[in-house]
């Protein structure tokens, strides 16, 4: 099953929710390392039993992506907040977190980093609002978390390399409701026929 752009899925805490997502076919699974949700063991343990997606660890805490840093993270992008772009050292694999009260004066600084950056993140109505500052970068827009078809359509149309969505906990161990993803992952189908 292909997808008809570039999907990443973050806020990934499981095995199952990553082996769900790469049996979909999405390209980039996120990682919370934040406050521990998923320790680099654990990230270790379940990058070991999926194939397909790009890993990303997500890391918004200064601390948490200096000792990213000192870890050999070969071919595993980093997540970052726009703020904390200027802590990642020489590191090429970055996402970019771009928050939605973010100033142009801010976005400016992105060009400082070009070369580092895989992609950024933005909200749809932020992206729309400043279409012309990433205009040199790959671009995902973050989806809330309930849209409609009509919606995801709409955004399909904007000239964007792709969609970032979110998991979500485990209801109990190997439990966990796919509904909302499923369906956007459905619906994103390339149909075959």
């Not at 999405?26 to 790009?54: C, R």
């Not at 439990?175 to 909302?180: A, E, L, T």
């Amino acid at each position: 099953m292909a997808l008809k752009t570039k999907v990443k899925v973050g806020n990934i805490t499981s095995l199952s929710e990553a082996r769900f997502c790469a049996g979909m076919e999405v390209d980039f699974l996120g990682f919370p390392i934040n406050d521990f949700e998923v320790d680099l063991k654990k990230f270790n343990e379940i990058a070991s039993w999926v194939s397909g997606p790009q890993l990303i660890l997500e890391c918004s805490k200064i601390e948490n992506i200096q000792r990213l840093l000192a870890e050999n993270l070969e071919n595993t992008y980093i997540q970052v907040e726009l703020k904390n772009i200027g802590f990642v050292g020489d590191y090429v694999n970055l996402v970019v977190l771009i928050p939605e009260d973010c100033s142009t004066e801010s976005l400016a600084s992105l060009t400082n980093f070009k070369r580092k950056i895989k992609f950024i993140i933005v909200s749809k109505k932020y992206f729309l609002e400043n279409s012309s500052l990433f205009s040199e970068f790959d671009v995902i827009i973050s989806l809330p978390e309930k849209i409609d078809s009509f919606q995801l359509d709409e955004i399909l149309h904007i000239n964007v390399s792709g969609i970032a969505l979110q998991g979500n906990e485990e209801l109990k161990p190997g439990i966990q409701d796919y509904d909302f993803l499923g369906e956007i992952l459905e619906k994103l189908a390339v149909n075959e026929d």
